[in-house]
Nanobody, 121 residues
């Protein structure tokens, strides 16, 4: 009923930039917080950045000053602008959102399929 679709991942050289997008679609009543997570092979999933409604952002220490999270409520889309990328940023990046369906009272947690970001040294 509700889906998150991510795009924008790819291969980039160290110091380069990428912008990830995640669009929510389906029977959406409202969206609360949206977030980006990442998971490298053999490592646990970690929180990268969050953005709430109204807009308020938080970042992991490892990406502060380099990444920017933003959202376009009209498009139900969250973005992650990644600048000055480092090899240690290599991971699968996942979009997450707290979404209330039109047909249910409470919010549920939804995940995107993940998009690969690879940063070469």
């Amino acid at each position: 009923q509700v889906q998150l679709v991510e795009s924008g991942g790819g291969l980039v050289q160290a110091g380069g930039s990428l912008r990830l997008s995640c669009a929510a679609s389906g029977s959406i009543f409202s969206i609360n917080a949206m977030a980006w997570y990442r998971q490298a092979p053999g490592k646990q999933r970690e929180l990268v950045a969050t953005i709430t409604e109204p807009d308020s952002t938080n970042y992991a220490d490892s990406v502060k000053g380099r990444f920017t999270i933003s959202r376009d409520n009209a498009k139900n889309t969250v973005y992650l602008q990644m600048n000055n990328l480092k090899p240690e940023d290599t991971a699968v990046y996942y979009c997450n959102a707290g979404i209330r369906s039109k047909f249910y009272t409470s919010y549920g947690s939804y995940w995107g399929q993940g998009t690969q970001v690879t940063v070469s040294s």
